[in-house]
């Protein structure tokens, strides 16, 4: 994950602009590709992260499924240099996904380093 963070007033949740969203070691082949990052909101006193605009496609045996965040809670951030988003959402399921991908969120786990230092006042 490679982002830049474009606004930050104290006392105001961090903005960052996602520019590559990346997704390994998927589960039963799965593969999955970004369709828009979108944007993290990071709040600095707990770290608690939202994404809105992001839009991911899943694919297996040409089945596609869409999943699309809007103010979606995805996970937490401990700062530092670098600092490691830990990621635990559900992504609910976006237009244009088949019918056989069902009315289900798919999870997304895991963590991710940032490219950048990120200091918030929890740690």
């Given amino acids: ?7 930050h007033e104290a006392g105001q949740p ?3 602009h996602v520019t590559i969203l990346n997704f390994t070691g998927c589960t039963n082949s799965w593969h999955v ?4 990052a ?7 006193s ?3 992260m939202k ?9 297996r045996l040409g089945v596609k499924c869409f999943y699309e ?7 937490t951030v401990t700062g530092g240099s670098p600092a490691t988003l830990h ?5 609910p399921i976006g237009s244009g996904s088949s019918g056989l991908c069902g009315t289900s969120n798919a999870k997304w786990e895991g963590n991710y380093v940032t490219t950048h230092p990120l200091h918030l006042d929890n740690n």
């Avoid at 590709?33 to 828009?36: A, D, I, K």
């Avoid at 994404?51 to 694919?59: D, K, P």
């Fill in 33 to 36: 590709t970004t369709v828009t």
């Fill in 69 to 75: 965040t809007s103010g979606t809670k995805v996970g």
């Fill in 87 to 91: 990621i635990e959402a559900s992504l």
């Fill in 38 to 44: 979108g944007t993290l909101t990071i709040e600095a």
């Fill in 51 to 59: 994404s809105s605009g992001a839009r991911v496609e899943m694919t």
């Fill in 1 to 7: 994950m490679t982002e830049t963070v474009t606004t």
């Fill in 46 to 48: 707990n770290g608690e």
């Fill in 14 to 16: 961090g903005l960052s």
